[in-house]
């Protein structure tokens, strides 16, 4: 492992994480004294943070790893898992009561801790400060809390079936129904050609499948005149419809488990990039070519081929120069290898790769060190309050796979420093999904995927409101018009 491993960049507010809403609501500043006044732990696999029912004396902060939740009085059962800019101790810290779950590492995991006593003495002392806090617990706990009752199977807004008795819900149910008898006669037609689907009955599903993830966006989004209590328990109804069968796929089964604590981790976009459908049992391959084929995974495989267009462009309009480019969160990022592999002379390229995954970093470096690129690319750690990176005056920064999991503040900050690592003339792409997204309910509800949808006025007010103080300079688009490629210039 070379040097480069240790050069750090600075962002004190956590890009991932399912439930960091309670560092989203603190300022940078806050995040800060918290990180400065804690203690960095080091926990091995398997080692056991928190006991059910200890009492705990700190405020815990994943730093870089991944810890997973566990119910020892039902059975052992994992509930979720805990990643980089994840909080524990919340809840235990504002009730003063001993702790319901067991926290373990699931990894090798570095944490800071803040201890109790010196946070209850700064929320006694600074107003401002404790205003904050308190609000962020609120809020970091109330999005527990809804999620935990979502997956009790009971709903956030209780347990009857008004939704039953929808327009709605009979249409979906129908249309559930539907599916479940195509894949029972794709499985049955497998049974009779030596465990393979036919391909006309795999043709039939992938276009069912396809309508029937547009039919939910428009009856779960764009038509309903629903409330947004009844769509909520309709769409948990249709999630039970349809989960067992998507749980035999490879790749969307690993978009709703979430292993590395967050959906879209470097592997699950790996399998999109290498769209090569695998599964269990006869229909699982079926259904993972089915949701391969979906217009957002195209999308995701069109980030590829914009930003190596992009390489492309700028290494034929400086040659003579090296050109400098920054990929954020861009694990595995075959869109820089592929483009390095076509290269007569790989110096003329010097690229930097900047991952928040220990284990995205980790898979980089083997990519690097196997291509011989170690002189031409450099590996950095995004590590929550580190210092800034020695990076700057790059000609090209993009971060293809992030923007659209950060809320308008988050992508703000990072703009920002993006616009810092820039030189005069230097450009950023980011991608956004759009609002017109046929599958977002599908990927909101059903493999709860849930990202930032935006619009093109969405981009241009982030721009506008960071550092870059613009609009966009340019947006592109997939060919379904579903994905955004935002551009700007310094």
Known sequence: MDETRGKTAELHT???????????????????????????????????????????????????????????????????????????GEMSLLEETPS?????????????????????????????????????ISISI??????????????????????TRTETWLKISGAALDFKHLMYKADLEALESEDVVPEETAKNALKFFTEFVQFLNHALYEDSTENIYIREKIAYRTQQEILPYLLLTETAERFYSKPRGYPGDFISLDLIYKNSPQGSGRIGPLLDWCFLNLPPMAAIRFRKTYIEAELSNLIEQKRGSV????????????ELFDTYDSLENPSVLKATLIEFDSQALNHLETKRDDAGLNDHLDLLHFELGSKVAPITNQDLLYCTSLIDYLN??????????????????????????HTDNSARAFMDFILEWKIHHRTEEDLNRLFKESRFK????????????????AECVK
């Open 14 to 88: 956590p890009p991932l994480g399912k439930n960091s809403s309670l560092l989203e609501n603190l300022t940078d500043s806050d995040v800060k004294w918290l990180l400065t006044n804690g203690e960095e732990l080091l926990v091995y696999n398997d080692t056991t943070v928190i006991h059910e029912g200890d009492t705990i004396e700190s405020l815990y902060i994943v730093n870089d790893g991944l810890l997973g939740v566990f119910i020892p009085t039902l059975g052992n059962k994992r509930l979720t898992a805990i990643g980089p800019g994840e909080t524990i």
């Open 470 to 485: 613009k609009n966009c300079s340019k947006i592109g688009y997939d060919n379904n018009s579903i994905c955004m490629f």
């Open 142 to 163: 109330s999005d527990r809390l809804r999620w935990s009752i979502e997956h009790m199977g009971i709903g956030v807004y209780g347990s009857g079936d008004e939704e």
């Open 100 to 136: 319901s779950a067991t926290v373990k590492a699931l990894e090798t995991t570095r944490l800071c801790a803040i201890p109790r006593q010196i946070l209850i003495q700064k929320i006694s002392e600074d107003a401002p400060f404790a205003a904050r806090f308190y609000r962020a």
């Open 323 to 334: 050109v400098r480019v920054t990929g954020i969160a861009a694990a595995p990022a075959d």
């Open 408 to 433: 308008d503040k988050l992508a703000k900050r990072l703009l920002n420093l993006i616009h810092t690592l820039l030189r005069p003339g230097g450009k950023v792409i980011i991608s956004n999904f």
